[in-house]
């Protein structure tokens, strides 16, 4: 299974970008997929998740900026709308996959990464 973003670009504060990720390869079913980001010198963390059942969860530091969504049954993306410095990050694709019927194990994977610069 490969998730591969893309979207990240520099963008003024203020600003909007759109990112998205798609999943390949051998998948049944996708539970769970969801944005994380890392800035340099931080922790990895949790932007937005979305279930298959389309229950949305969002971190604090996002509410009412970004919008997660999952338009297509193997793609998710993120409406990330007014942009601040402080949301440049390195942003990556995570699923939860389960690769051959319901009862198979959940797997989880994550992409590469792409980059979303905000200046200032």
């Known amino acids: 299974v490969q998730l591969v973003e893309s979207g990240g670009t520099l963008v003024q504060a203020g600003g909007s970008l759109r990112l998205s990720c798609v999943a390949s390869?051998?998948?049944?079913?996708?539970?769970?997929m969801g944005w994380y980001r890392q800035a340099p010198g931080k922790q990895r963390e949790l932007v937005a998740t979305?279930?298959?059942?389309?229950?949305p969860n969002y971190a604090d530091f996002v509410k009412g900026r970004f919008t997660i969504s999952r338009d297509v049954w193997n793609t998710v993306s993120l409406q990330m709308n007014s942009l601040k410095p402080e949301d440049t990050a390195d942003y990556y694709c995570?699923?939860?996959?389960?690769?051959?019927?319901?009862?198979?194990?959940?797997?989880?994977?994550w992409g590469r990464g792409t980059q979303v610069t905000v200046s200032s």
């Open positions: 995570n699923a939860d996959v389960q690769s051959i019927d319901y009862s198979s194990a959940v797997v989880n994977y």
């Open positions: 390869g051998t998948i049944f079913n996708i539970k769970t």
């Open positions: 979305l279930t298959s059942d389309s229950s």
